[in-house]
T-cell receptor, first 114, second 113 residues
């Protein structure tokens, strides 16, 4: 158990809909990362938050947004969903700002868009 | 920019065979290097790490040495088990890039009994 929790574990929805994925980082970790993992794209970095502020952006679509709250949990919002958004979404956390910055991953949310 | 390249899979081995998964990187600074493993149906977990040149990371019989001269961090294990079947990701974290972590594409390993 990494100490990172993600809910829900599975999510099935229809095209055009909006969903919210939730992540609680390890106790004491200030940084949260979101990744998308699909069969053909591997692990894609979406976005990083550090202590409530956006720190780095990766290949995140404009239809996607995220935020980190004062209690450090984070939410990833996916809107106007398309079939191609079906994937595993992982959250990871780290202390951040210190070498080596290893990340601890949650179990993931499997999103299926029908 | 920073990048990680690892050998394409899948890699299929018999139990007790020797494993090597190649990983090379490019980085502007002095990154830390990692191997993560993803077992079926699970999230990634850190397997081993190295923070500076010539460091050797090791865990569960796996080893990797940080080679600055060849910009490599190859993963090795002397005798694989069926339970090692998983996807292995090489990654780097560069402090000059705000500690953003770059992952390789992953290498799937199948170990046959």
């Amino acid at each position: 158990d990494s100490g990172v929790t993600q809910t829900p574990k599975h999510l099935i929805t229809a095209t055009g809909q909006r969903v919210t994925l939730r992540c609680s980082p390890r106790s004491g970790d200030l940084s949260v990362y979101w990744y998308q993992q699909s069969l053909d794209q591997g692990l894609q970095f979406l976005i990083q938050y550090y202590n409530g502020e956006e720190r780095a952006k990766g290949n995140i679509l404009e239809r996607f947004s995220a935020q980190q709250f004062p209690d450090l949990h984070s939410e990833l919002n996916l809107s106007s969903l398309e079939l191609g958004d079906s994937a595993l979404y992982f959250c990871a956390s780290s202390v951040a700002g210190e070498r080596p910055n290893e990340q601890f991953f949650g179990p993931g949310t499997r999103l299926t868009v029908l | 920019g920073n990048s990680v390249t690892q050998m394409e899979g899948p890699v299929t081995l018999s139990e007790e065979a020797f494993l090597t998964i190649n990983c090379t990187y490019t980085a502007t600074g002095y990154p830390s290097l990692f191997w993560y493993v993803q077992y079926p149906g699970e999230g990634l977990q850190l397997l081993l790490k190295a923070t500076k040149a010539d460091d050797k990371g090791s865990n569960k019989g796996f080893e990797a040495t940080y080679r600055k001269e060849t910009t490599s961090f190859h993963l090795e294990k002397g005798s694989v088990q069926v339970s090692d079947s998983a996807v292995y990701f090489c990654a780097l974290s560069d402090p000059t890039g705000g500690f953003k972590t770059i992952f390789g594409a992953g290498t799937r390993l199948f170990v046959k009994a």
